[in-house]
């Protein structure tokens, strides 16, 4: 237990904050309950995808400056197709959708790989590209989602014993959870970690460095195109004007332990991050403190949570 | 065990050239089942350049490679790793932020001999879920070198991997190899330490200007006969430069000096005394912790311990720009970090007059260009192609680092090997520009990886190995036999011996 | 590396060398033949009247493409300089009515001033990565902007006259926006040749460890930096919001990822230590003439995006191979 704590502290520590913060949400609204949990983890989903995309990259030793574009491309593809293939061709607009968000980040990679300009360079690039490309698709708000594939993030899992859990929530597990547990069980998900760690030490052991970062970005783009599937949901149209996932996914990585020199962290944390920011957003509102207030507040945490990140960098590299 | 049967690993003629440089001419080696050979050379004798070509990470231009009998020609890494060539570095090949079973199933490596390997080796409570990077260098040495082991290589290179490690794994390190080899695998090894290659190795190959000059069975009294080699009949007459004898009255007072400065685990208790008017040597082996001793005077690193005065009185140097405040600069060894290479040779040279925040205002631009001037006619930098200093021959750009702080006026620099891998000439000029601003009252403090050099530029040399100042020797005796043997640790054990044993 | 150096300079290396050695000339070629393609599309279009709009809508984008410039000396970034400008633009239009033309210029440089700071603060102290720091800066900023807007909403805005005749006006078909932008490249131009300030942002971003060396601390450069590239960022939304005449809550905007691509066109090295603000103003004229050239074509709003991003990416990739041979 003990070992498990000095390992995992960090995010033990999150998970302690975002129980604090659940009691605080009680004391402050104390209707707050199973509905109330049911809208933060639904608002919450497109952050913890873009996120978990942001993370994957990053301990990658790159960075994904484009994921709020691709999460565009994605969120207006979806809506596309599902209004034309109608319910019948949900499930193949839904492969289509995570194939084209694969193929968006495997683009970046190789762009990174083939042109040997830093990742931040090419990723603000693309983040104009993908962009465009959103805008190709859609040109203003449009499209529809499949009813019964909105349904599935709404309400609660109705299962016996069960019903208190957000159906959002159970699809974060299964599609984040179930990409992050096959990806730390496989040699690909140690090669990231190797090849963000220390990229030499990794050439040495073997590890085929640029596939790799080319593989850590195609995952990306996959989770990126899937927070923009769930945001179509959630909103029952397409937006091909990126929203605010960029700085708000870089921040939750950086407060879920993900260090930005790569390498290190992991997804539960950064997860976790999502929903602790959520919920501050969720806290300043029902104080009924101004919306535009609030954005302040979010960015001021943000930023504040970035530059310790940084600082924590340098003496890390002092040492 | 005695060496038997054909070699496993017969290297022989490998040449390699890097355009006009010949690293390597004619070097040698063969390496039995059983045996031990030791990998020796002075710097720049094309040590690592051969390493890296029997490894696979470079490819030679000339001879043969032949391994178990077949000729090899590795293309990479992976390439020699494959057909049975292991090595193990200095410098961990370990993911940090990734556990040992991890590390493992990354390489490949098979769990259960890697343990038996490790317990082998000394490491008794190690789990298979430790961070890496939670691990002390010491274990690292160990895991690297039993991950090597666990994969049954025929060849295994080990390349100064008793390195900082303490006495007691070192030994525990040293019997494994040797263990190894009684079991019949074939062992290179490297290493500064001639006790060790006393204690372990069977033979020893030794190289000098990228031919193998020899090649001896390990016997005590061995270490006279490889400095003979290492060292070579090399008295170069055009090096010599004209200089007056040292002047006792030139030499002034203290004006830099250290006390039980400790950095970073690499440096250790080191004090001298630098003089206005001197020009004190700094002699060492790679890696004995001058690159450390030469941060730290120079800002870039903060010492653990010890003090460090200028003209007797304490100063922090808590950045390099409070180094520069205090009149000590520095000329790097690697030329790349010292200049913007992209930028031109005025700019590079001008650099210290505005790079101080008061200096940010408009640049008197007449004055920079005869200051720059200057400093380009007293140096002869050969300034045809004024464009980015990149463009510039090594020697030429090693003058404008210097030129740098000719121009900006010179109290106590420190040259870190200033002439690594520059002509004759300039070489020369440098040592004169030296002797030309010591007389002028600057104190210098001067290491080189050239021992022949001390002779040419320096009053007064102190030796550092493993850390530690463990001699110093005056101008008379400063010749490269000497040097050579102090670099190796071996006046100071003569000197232990003669003052501590009655023996 | 090494061997590179060696082997003699083929032809198509040469004039590739020369290309980066002096992108100037290859730029206004460039962009002489933009304008032919223009005039060729659509014949009489080009004209003295089209040429006056053309630069006047080039100015405040070659201004911004300063902030640029100068951050990208260091290797930096500066993606709070379109927040800035709005931000300036805005609070200037709401303080005029109250304060007048000229305090009401003064103060509104105050906030921009504050995200100088602060972008100062995260990247020299912090060492945050100066495209994440003013990314986050900006978006600081535009949600104070917000905030600000509703308290000042029902007071009634009004762009300062003197801004609109800049803007707007022309003094014998010479648009009046030159006026600010002649002295402001001579400052620029003087900064980065003829001051030590100057002279170090280049250094820094070449090899800042060759900076340190030579006695720079380099948070100083970084803070005056970013302070500057800020009030740059600021008088260029004054300007703006007197060409566009009116103010909103996303003004410059449109302006933020031309100004990029055109520090990036004129030859100025994203990775530090190369470039100069001349080619950052051919930059900004052919990015503007390439605006009018894909509206003529109705090219859409998501291509030119598309576009934009690719010039940028396409351009770095040269450099950095060019770089590497040299």
């Known amino acids: 237990m003990r070992r498990f704590l000095a390992r995992h502290y960090w995010v033990t520590g999150l998970a302690v904050l975002f129980v604090l913060m659940l009691g605080l949400t009680r004391i402050i609204q104390p209707g707050f309950g199973i ?75 190789v762009a990174v790989v083939l042109s040997r300009v830093p990742d931040i360079v090419v990723t603000l690039a693309m983040m104009y590209v993908w962009g465009g490309v959103a805008l190709l698709i859609l040109n203003g708000p449009g499209g529809t989602a499949t009813p ?37 069980r496989s040699k690909l998900g140690l090669s990231i970690y190797a090849i963000g760690s220390d990229q030499t030490a990794a050439f040495r052991s073997g590890v085929a460095v640029g596939p790799t970062r080319v593989a850590a970005y195609a995952i990306g783009g996959m989770l990126a195109a899937l927070g923009g599937l769930s945001l179509t949901l959630s909103t029952g149209v397409g937006e091909p004007i990126p929203g605010p996932y960029l700085m708000a996914s870089v921040a939750a990585a950086v407060l879920g332990g993900v260090a930005l020199t790569g390498g290190i962290g992991g997804i539960l944390g950064p997860v976790i991050a999502v929903f602790i920011l959520r919920l501050a957003r969720l806290d300043l509102t029902l104080m009924s403190v101004d919306p535009n207030v609030t954005t302040i507040v979010e960015g001021t945490i943000m930023a504040v949570v970035v530059m310790i990140g940084g600082l924590v960098a340098l003496r890390e590299k002092r040492r | 065990m005695a060496a ?125 879920d430790d961070m890496i990077r939670a691990l002390p260098l010491a274990t690292l040495r160990i895991l690297d070198i039993a991950r090597a082991l666990a994969a049954e290589p025929d060849v295994l290179l080990l390349d100064e991997v008793t390195a900082a490690l303490p006495t007691d794994l070192v030994k525990r390190v040293l019997a494994a190899v040797r263990a190894e080899a009684d079991r019949g695998r074939a062992i ?80 250790e208790n080191v004090s001298f005394t630098l003089r206005a008017g001197e020009v004190l040597g700094v002699v060492g082996l790679e890696g004995q912790g001058q690159d450390e001793l030469f941060d730290a005077i120079a800002g870039f690193r903060r010492p653990d311990a010890g003090q460090v005065l200028i003209d007797g009185a304490p100063v922090r140097l808590r950045d390099p720009a409070d180094a520069i405040a205090a009149g000590i600069t520095l000329v790097p060894g690697n030329r790349a970090e010292a200049l913007a290479m992209i930028r031109s040779v005025r700019d590079n040279i001008a650099l210290p007059g505005v790079a101080r925040a008061r200096n940010w205002g408009a640049i008197p631009m007449r004055a920079e260009a005869a200051r720059v001037q200057a400093a380009v006619e007293r140096l002869q930098i050969d300034t045809r192609a004024m464009g980015e200093v990149r463009r510039l021959s090594g020697g030429n750009q090693q003058k404008v680092t210097i030129g740098r702080w000719i121009a900006h006026g010179v109290r106590t620099l420190l040259l870190f090997d200033p002439t690594r891998g520059i002509d004759v000439r300039t070489k020369r000029q440098i040592y004169q520009l ?70 | 590396m090494s061997d590179a150096s060696l082997q003699p300079d083929g032809p198509g290396r040469r004039a590739l060398l020369w290309l980066r050695e002096t992108p100037i000339i290859a730029l206004i070629v460039l962009l002489v033949a933009l304008v032919a393609l223009l005039e060729y599309l659509s014949p009489g279009i080009v004209n003295e009247r089209w040429i006056g709009n053309t630069v006047k809508f080039a100015i405040p984008l070659a201004m911004l493409a300063a902030c640029q410039t100068l951050t990208m000396y ?58 994440i720091m003013t990314l986050g ?24 006259p003197v801004l609109e005749w800049l803007g707007t006006g022309r003094t014998r078909s010479v648009p009046n926006a030159l006026f600010l932008f002649v002295p402001f490249a001579a400052f620029v131009f003087f900064v980065q040749n003829r001051t030590g300030f100057g002279r170090m942002l280049y250094a820094a971003g070449a090899n800042e460890r060759a ?116």
């Open chain 1, 35 to 109: 509905s109330g949990l049911e809208s933060v983890t639904r608002a919450a989903l497109p952050y913890a995808f873009a996120t978990a995309a942001m993370s994957i990259t990053i301990i990658a030793g790159g960075i994904e400056l484009s994921v709020a574009s691709m999460m565009a491309v994605g969120g207006t593809l979806s809506a596309v197709l599902m209004a034309k293939w109608g319910v019948a061709g949900t499930v193949p607009a839904l492969l289509v959708v995570m194939l084209a968000g694969a193929a968006m980040g495997a683009v970046n990679g």
């Open chain 1, 148 to 184: 019964w594939l909105r349904e599935l993030i709404l309400g609660q899992v109705p299962l016996p014993g069960l019903r208190w859990l957000p159906q959002a929530a159970l699809v974060m597990a299964v599609v984040i959870g179930g990409i992050w547990w096959s990806l730390r």
């Open chain 2, 4 to 128: 038997t049967g054909d070699p496993i690993l017969k290297a022989e003629g490998i040449a390699k050239s890097f355009g006009a440089v010949r690293a390597l001419r004619d070097a040698r080696l063969t390496l039995h089942r059983g045996e031990i050979v030791a990998l020796m050379g002075a710097n720049g004798a094309g040590k690592s350049t051969f390493v890296k070509i029997l490894t696979g990470a470079l490819r030679h231009d000339g001879g043969e490679i032949t391994l178990n009998g077949r000729p090899c020609r590795f293309a990479s890494p992976a390439a020699a790793r494959r057909a049975g060539l292991i090595p193990v570095y200095q410098e961990p090949a370990l993911i940090p932020d990734l556990d040992v079973a991890m590390n493992l199933r990354l390489g490949g490596t098979p769990v259960e001999a890697f343990l038996a390997r490790v317990r082998e080796l000394g490491v008794d409570d190690l789990r298979l």
């Open chain 2, 188 to 267: 290179i090894y490297i290493s500064h330490r001639f006790s060790e290659i006393a204690d372990i190795c069977d033979r020893a190959t030794v190289l000098r200007d990228g031919a193998k000059v020899g090649d001896l069975a390990v016997e005590p009294g061995i270490e006279e006969e490889v400095v003979e080699l290492m060292l070579g009949q090399k008295l170069d007459a055009a090096t010599q430069v004209a200089r007056a004898p040292v002047q006792a009255g030139t030499i002034g007072p203290p004006q830099l000096e250290l006390r039980g400065l400790s950095v970073a685990g690499r440096v």
């Open chain 2, 434 to 503: 030296c002797r030309d601003l010591a007389a002028q009252g600057a104190a210098i403090l001067y290491y080189t990886s050239e021992l022949a050099e001390v002779e040419q530029a320096c009053d007064r040399t102190i030796v550092i190995f493993g850390g530690r100042l463990v001699d110093e020797i005056p101008a008379g005796e400063a010749d490269e036999a000497h040097l050579l043997r102090a670099a190796y640790g071996l006046t100071a054990r003569d000197r232990e011996t003669a003052a501590g044993a009655p023996a």
């Open chain 3, 74 to 131: 260091t290797g930096g970034i500066d993606l709070s300089a379109a927040a800035v400008a709005t931000i300036t633009g805005f609070v200037m239009a709401t303080l005029v009515p109250h304060f007048g033309q000229g305090w009401g210029i003064f103060i509104a440089l105050v906030p921009a001033v504050l995200i100088g700071l602060l972008n100062g603060f995260g990247v020299a102290i912090c060492r945050v990565h100066p495209l």
């Open chain 3, 137 to 160: 800066s900006g978006l600081i900023g535009i949600g104070c902007l917000q905030v600000y807007q509703r308290y000042t909403i029902a007071t009634g805005s009004e762009v300062a």
């Open chain 3, 211 to 326: 900076a340190r060396l030579s006695g720079l601390r380099p948070w100083q450069l970084y803070f005056a930096l970013y302070v500057l590239v800020a009030l740059i960022a600021g008088v260029t939304g004054l300007l703006y919001a007197g060409i566009i005449r009116t103010t909103s809550l996303s003004l410059a905007d449109p302006l933020l990822l031309p100004s990029v691509a055109a520090a990036v066109i004129g030859g100025t090295s994203i990775f530090g230590g190369r470039g100069s603000y001349a080619g950052t103003i051919v930059g900004a004229l052919i990015l503007t003439v390439l605006g009018t050239l894909l509206t003529l074509l109705q090219m859409p709003e998501g291509a030119r995006r598309i576009i934009f991003g690719g010039i940028i990416l396409l351009v770095t990739a040269i450099y950095v191979r060019l770089t590497d041979n040299g």
